[in-house]
């Protein structure tokens, strides 16, 4: 797209409108703002796994210096005080219903994780809250720990209600179909893999700080939130149970998300209810050994694949078997990430007559696994593009060339997978193409030759990949076991000077929402950019909203907020049309002005906006004054992003690193709004893949202590582990939002952890390597290298 | 108590702060200047940097009395009036930036990365913003905008 054709409207690198504060340190983060007279809360966490607690002795620490309160799980009981709530859950295969263990705000009678919140010492300052914390004696009896997912079932049981440590047992598909493409398959192509375990990090750790208001009966929560409305409606109807009017929830600046500030932590509902029973503000920043143990993690399945092929090499048959960690607890969307977004992807981009899948959701005593940057897309296109690989392998194609005759044809849309989804449109030959000559894959193999020639082994992986975004709709959602509806609300609000400030449901947390969303209402009604107020995070400013995630907010955010602007300017029209005494359908709205067809007739549209104010001259007996619209947007369906992406590495067989040394993607987000934006969403994402298939790795130790509980020991993409990316796009827009948008802040994510593992499978292949797990460590990687020479020399 | 005395962005301040102060701390908490800041508490992801005595250092390693007399340079004190310091608007003109929280470490860290080595390589850059990290960028156009930024600032 060429950059600034259109000025600050759709389609233009507009640089963007948030930078400023951001980079002169004025930003607001949760963790910034101080209220007068607040206090301090400090966690004291389970050093356990899984135990009962016996005793809690806390006199010593209330008579500290400084000390103001200290609440154990008992004190929440008696206050009626609930726990986060599962927001979707599934039926079982059986009929039955998804077991729901209570989850209090701090542990009442056992812990089941460690990190998990046991006790709230509250205090002047932080110093005198965590020395109080010291003198806390915690009697534990300890309990086995549950850690390897794989025999999680034959365990000891962690709740009640959840017999054999299983949450649901969910399955989707013709299981029957399946088994017969299998039988009557010409090859079969099995795998096994495991989507390692990750822990999103954030850089800003999660922080609320509440503050109670005696004289309305009334709470403030300021939190490190992606969807205030819903962080309101959880505390307060679920945990308070106070009406939802008594609690104003702000997001303002948030320091990233990727899913994990989703969820409603015990830690805010802390502090929300501490705040009215001291009659202080309350404030709680996580350092970030917090965050490591106690945000949702992501990802951690095991998958066994197997795959159909006929005579022809054609797919006919795909079953998956998944074995899902859900953790100690169940977050918010820690059901549905493993299953409905996870299942219905499993036909990925390819034509797959019969396709069945089993999903089991494990307890575990770790911390709690949900949702994080793709959620259940990343584990879907992980194995399906894995599986893709070694089946070219096996049948000994073009992986390339495998996937495009397996692709759906670009005629077949829409598409009706046999998993649920219909794909409304997409065409997967041209970014394939594109990527493959961005690459130079044509040139690849003189590339392999020349780094052989160094002693580096060099290999190539691709990825194509199918998503969905934009979660939708809820009448469907609802009848999959959703709680919360998925539409997104939009007002706004033009000032009598034709100023424009736009109230979205949608939440920014670096996606640049306040640029893209701008521009899209500069565009339509043609009004400066500078004069767009984009306004989010403020439960008591929006109408309702759920948040962003599943890269909803500009196909279902930016949606609702075109409907918003499209009522706008029908009002507009009929005011325009009064003022200058024509029928209302010869008045024509272009570049910002109301015209009369065939006429010189004009009205700007800061004119308009005035008079629906300064109403002396209006059409009273059609319209009220004013010009303020709203829209709620409910999507028809999901949106599905699509695209290829090309790894390239070469491995030190002395060292067994693996360097990433090219980078090349074609995406179809659809139409785009600001092109400079998207390529910042997919570099991101390509680094969090990158980061899962060579370096993270959330590991706890047969105790269930959390090893990599620090920078020290998960290791973080930095700079000089990556490349420049070349990233390119091609388009079909979506059918079924006004702006043609499908969101692209997750593709990045989904498509690359497999590019990256089938191109070190690739370098290796030589050896005789054919799998890899994630993360590609160097160790990991030595000693595949090693193990192969040795077989060879024997 | 310490009595600590320093110059922060030009200002001479002064307050008296538990011995254990860090001089992040000092920054945020006593001075009210929260664009520095804290992303971890090991001393690895550089949320934290500012320039003390016009060297760029984690300020969550460093004790605020440890500062005594030095001058210290946060991401408040960079930009001339309205006007931003070339390497932010470097990181403005090539979308260095996201979320914003890794951001004024990453400033800071880059400025004085090009103050040591005015023209880096791309491999450069890479390696001297090792010791930042930034989750939300993949850091393409990070080093796009240290390019930028070094350019500006007569590299
Ligand atoms: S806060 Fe992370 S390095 Fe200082
Ligand atoms: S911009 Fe968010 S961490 Fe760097």
Redesign the pocket.
Same mark, same amino acid.
Not at chain 2, 43 to 48: F, P, T
């Given at each position: 797209m060429p950059e600034g054709s259109i000025k600050d409207g759709i389609g233009a690198s507009v640089r963007r409108k948030e930078d400023k504060r951001f980079l002169t340190g004025s930003g607001r983060y949760t963790a910034d703002i101080t209220r007068p007279g607040q206090l301090h809360v400090h966690f004291i966490r389970s050093v356990h796994a899984h135990a009962n607690i016996k005793a809690i002795r806390k006199d010593a620490a209330a008579a500290a210096e400084g000390v103001v309160a200290i609440f154990t799980g008992e004190d929440v009981a008696a206050d009626g005080i609930g726990g986060p709530i599962c927001g979707w859950v599934v039926t079982n295969r059986d009929g039955s219903p998804t077991n729901e263990p209570p989850h209090p705000i701090l542990a009442n009678g056992a812990v089941r994780y460690v990190g998990d919140h046991v006790v709230a010492v509250i205090a002047e300052t932080l110093e005198q809250a965590m020395n109080a914390a010291e003198l806390v004696e915690i009697d534990y009896e300890v309990l086995a720990p549950v850690v390897d997912l794989a025999h999680a079932g034959s365990g000891p049981q962690i709740h009640e209600n959840v017999p054999g440590n299983m949450y649901f047992d969910f399955e989707l598909g013709d299981e029957a179909a399946a088994a017969a493409a299998l039988d009557s398959a010409a090859t079969v192509v099995e795998l096994e893999v495991r989507n390692n375990r990750l822990i999103p990090n954030a850089m800003e750790p999660r922080a609320a700080l509440a503050e109670y208001d005696p004289i309305d009966d009334s709470y403030t929560l300021f939190t490190t939130s992606q969807n205030p409305h819903l962080t309101r409606l959880v505390i307060g109807a679920f945990m308070l149970s106070i009406p939802e009017s008594k609690l104003r929830v702000v997001a303002p600046d948030v320091g990233g998300g990727f899913g994990s500030k989703i969820y409603v932590y015990p830690e805010e509902a802390v502090c929300t209810w501490a705040s009215k029973k001291l009659q202080r503000p309350v404030k709680w920043t996580a350092d970030r050994s917090e965050s490591f143990l106690a945000d949702a993690h992501g990802r951690d399945h095991i998958n066994k694949v197997r795959m159909a092929l006929d005579k022809d090499n054609r797919i006919t048959g795909l079953r998956v078997d998944t074995v899902a960690n859900i953790g100690s607890y169940l977050s918010a969307f820690s059901v549905v990430t493993p299953t409905i977004l996870h299942a219905p992807l499993l036909s990925g981009c390819y034509r797959i007559p019969a396709i069945y899948t089993n999903v089991k959701g494990m307890a575990t005593t770790t911390a709690p696994v949900d949702a994080y940057r793709g959620a259940g897309r990343p584990e879907a296109t992980y194995l399906l593009e894995r599986v893709m690989d070694t089946a070219a392998r096996q049948v000994g194609m073009d992986p390339a060339e495998f996937r495009r005759m397996n692709f759906i044809p670009k005629d077949a849309f829409p598409y009706q997978t046999p998993v649920a989804l219909q794909y409304d449109i997409g065409d997967y030959e041209p970014p394939l193409d594109k990527a493959l000559e961005m690459i130079d894959y044509k040139g690849f193999e003189a590339r392999r030759a020349e780094a052989a020639s160094r002693g580096k082994y060099r290999g190539i992986g691709l990825s194509s990949y199918i998503e969905a975004c934009g979660i939708a709709p809820s009448a469907v959602a609802g009848a999959l076991g959703a709680r919360v509806g998925l539409y997104e609300s939009a007002t706004v609000r033009v000032d009598p000077t034709g100023t424009v400030n736009v109230f979205t449901g949608t939440h920014s947390h670096g996606q640049g929402h306040d640029t893209t969303f701008a521009q899209i209402v500069a565009d339509k009604l043609g009004v400066d950019i500078g004069s767009v107020e984009i306004i989010h995070g403020d439960s008591d400013r929006i109408p309702f909203g759920m948040g962003s995630y599943g890269s909803r907010s500009l196909a279902v955010g930016g949606a609702a907020i075109a409907k918003a602007v499209d009522k706008v300017i029908e009002k507009s029209k009929i005011i325009a049309a009064h003022l200058m005494e024509a029928a209302d359908a010869d008045v024509v709205f272009a570049d910002g002005k109301f015209t009369v067809a065939g006429t010189d007739n004009e009205k700007g549209f800061g004119e308009i906006a005035l008079a629906a104010y300064v109403p002396h001259n209006y059409p009273h007996d059609r319209l009220e004054p004013g010009l303020e619209e709203t829209a709620f947007y409910d999507p028809l369906n999901f949106t599905y992003p699509s695209g290829t992406h090309i790894a390239e590495v070469e491995i030190d067989p002395s060292t067994g690193v693996v360097e990433l040394v090219d980078w090349a993607c074609c995406d179809d987000f659809g139409n785009l709004i600001n092109p400079m934006i998207v390529e910042g969403q997919v570099h991101g994402g390509i680094a969090q893949g990158v980061g899962q298939a060579l370096l993270e790795n959330a590991h706890y130790d047969e105790t269930g202590q959390l090893i990599t509980a620090s920078y020290m020991d998960y290791c973080m993409p930095r700079a000089d582990d990556l490349p420049n990316f070349k990233v390119d796009y091609t388009v079909t827009a979506c059918t079924h939002n006004d702006l043609g948008v499908k969101g692209c802040g997750e593709a990045g994510a989904i498509a690359s952890p497999p590019a990256l593992i089938n191109a070190v499978i690739d370098a290796l292949a030589p050896l005789g390597v054919t799998d890899m797990s994630m993360p590609a460590t160097p160790e990991k990687v030595w000693r595949a290298i090693n193990d192969a020479q040795t077989e060879a020399a024997e | 108590m310490t009595m600590v005395n320093l110059t922060l962005n030009g200002k001479q301040v002064s307050a008296d702060v538990p011995d254990n102060t860090l001089l %992040?701390t000092f920054i945020r908490e006593t001075m009210g200047l929260t664009g520095t800041h %804290? /992303? =971890?508490d090991t001393?690895? =992801? /550089?949320? =934290?940097v500012v320039h003390v005595d016009g060297e760029s250092l984690?300020s =969550?390693t460093m004790l605020a009395a440890g500062a005594e007399g030095a001058s210290v340079t946060t991401i408040e004190g960079i930009a001339d009036g309205d006007s931003l310091h070339p390497m932010q608007q470097a990181f403005h003109e090539n979308h260095g930036l996201q979320c914003g929280f890794c951001t004024p470490g990453m400033v800071m860290s880059a400025i004085e990365l090009v103050q040591d080595n005015p023209n880096p390589s791309e491999t450069e850059i890479r390696e001297g913003l090792e010791g930042n990290i930034c989750r939300c960028t993949g850091y393409h156009n990070i080093v796009k905008s240290v390019q930028a930024g070094a350019k500006m600032m007569g590299g």
């Open positions: - | %992040v %804290v /992303g =971890c001393s690895q =992801c /550089g949320a =934290c984690k =969550c």
